[in-house]
């Protein structure tokens, strides 16, 4: 594979303001401001860390991904692949990928640069375009599956859904069907509870995970519609909006964070995982952070 070392520059946006309905949260670390760790892209998004801390984003408009290294390096990690968006590692260290333009599909990439295909169909019908996934501890996904684009061929007209892979990689189950192009997607700490962001529709929803990985239970969790959805260790949740909105677990909005570019997506980095990564249009973004995040 070969890689290339993209001219990364840092810079301090000291004219951003973090907008702070609640600080006695202390959820940004003192003094902290937003940087720009990485620029030159179409659209950054689908940010997943690995074991060691480093963060991977992808370019999605060119199916490409990114390697943000500890030591601050971001360098091509893979490309000419079947559309990316949405990421999270597995327990096994595998990149999993929602392929979301050509492959229609959700993907794993070994550490060896195989590509193996998870699910490309529901009751042998198309899927639209994966766009995010959440792993829980048993190893199923839960991704969702909206239109954003010219839908596959025999796709099903209704099929805005959201589904369930078990750890067996048996056949996939529907959990959740016709929502608003349902988009991103996070589940809490304990397992028990999964969000699901709806930017169309301006609203985000939280269900109830039962035993056999189905939802019940749904209902609105806040008046925001988030693209990407992040949890930190306190079961907090990120939204990303126009800029990041952080919820408590009881649905209360505790902050806003401006970014210079709209956000896609987050996630957590670094050795300690206190520092928050942010995608945004052609640029990704972080914030020092007091609490960890996942």
Not at 84 to 94: V, Y
Not at 220 to 228: M, Q, W
């Amino acid at each position: 594979m070969n890689t290339f070392r993209l001219l990364v520059a840092v810079f301090t946006f000291t004219s951003v303001s973090l907008q702070a309905f609640a600080k006695s949260t202390a959820l940004v670390a003192p003094g902290a401001q937003i940087e720009k760790v990485a620029s030159g892209f179409t659209f950054t998004e689908g940010p997943a860390t690995d074991g060691a801390g480093n963060v991977f984003f992808c370019d999605n408009k060119h199916a490409r991904i990114f390697k943000w290294s500890l030591d601050g390096t971001v360098t091509l990690f893979r490309d000419k692949l079947a559309g990316t968006n949405g990421m999270m590692f597995d327990a096994r260290g595998q990149l999993i990928v929602c392929e979301f333009r050509t492959g229609r599909a959700v993907a794993s990439l070994a550490p060896d640069g195989s590509v193996t295909t998870l699910v490309s169909k529901f009751e042998g019908k198309p899927l639209n375009s994966p766009n995010d996934l959440w792993i829980d501890a048993t190893g199923g996904i839960y991704f969702t599956d909206p239109f954003y684009q010219k839908r596959a061929e025999n796709a099903d007209p209704d099929s805005d859904n959201v589904y369930y892979l078990p750890s067996d990689r048996s056949r996939p189950m529907e959990v959740v069907a016709r929502l608003d192009r349902p988009n991103g997607v996070t589940g809490s700490n304990d397992g028990k509870t999964l969000y699901i962001g709806q930017p169309q529709a301006k609203k985000t929803m939280v269900y109830t995970i039962n035993h056999d990985g189905s939802l019940s239970n749904g209902r609105i969790f806040a008046a925001s519609g988030a693209d990407g959805i992040g949890i930190d260790e306190r079961d907090n949740v990120y939204l990303a909006t126009d800029s990041i909105e952080i919820w408590s677990p009881a649905g209360v909005l505790l902050e806003k964070i401006a970014v210079p570019e709209a956000p896609a997506n987050l996630t957590w980095g670094g050795t300690d995982r206190k520092t928050l990564f942010i995608t945004a249009k052609t640029s990704v973004y972080t914030l020092k952070m007091n609490v960890t995040g996942y």
